[in-house]
Nanobody
């Protein structure tokens, strides 16, 4: 099972930008579909973005379309989430997730077998 470690969270003002990263262990990273989810206090974990093993298929939640960009570097075993025009409602713990399943349609939490510990993103108004 792949091990995932997020980094890059922090505090940013509304309208600002932040990039979070997720480094994966193992030699099969390029075979994984990768996802980003977020969870605010008292809320369910929600889908943010997902990217196929090749990077050729990408999905976003409607709430982040046009503001967030997911990408991956298979040579570095890393997936990124670039977050621009951040809003206070983006405040949450951001988790990356991995699974071997083929990305076909917007994924849900149960589609992913491996999860990182999460990184806190706080957007102040």
């Amino acid at each position: 099972q792949v091990q995932l470690l997020e980094s890059g969270g922090g505090l940013v003002q509304a309208g600002g930008s932040l990039r979070v990263s997720c480094a994966a262990s193992g030699r099969t990273f390029s075979s994984y579909t990768m996802g980003w989810f977020c969870q605010a206090p008292g809320m369910d974990r929600e889908f943010v973005a997902a990217i196929s093993w090749s990077g050729g298929v990408i999905y976003y939640a409607d709430s982040v379309k046009g503001r967030f960009t997911v990408s991956r570097d298979n040579a570095k075993n890393t997936v990124y989430l670039q977050m621009n025009s951040l809003k206070p409602e983006d405040t949450a713990v951001y988790y990356c997730a991995a699974d071997f399943r083929v990305l076909a349609g917007t994924p849900v939490v149960d589609d992913f077998a491996s999860w990182g510990q999460g990184t806190q993103v706080t957007v102040s108004s």
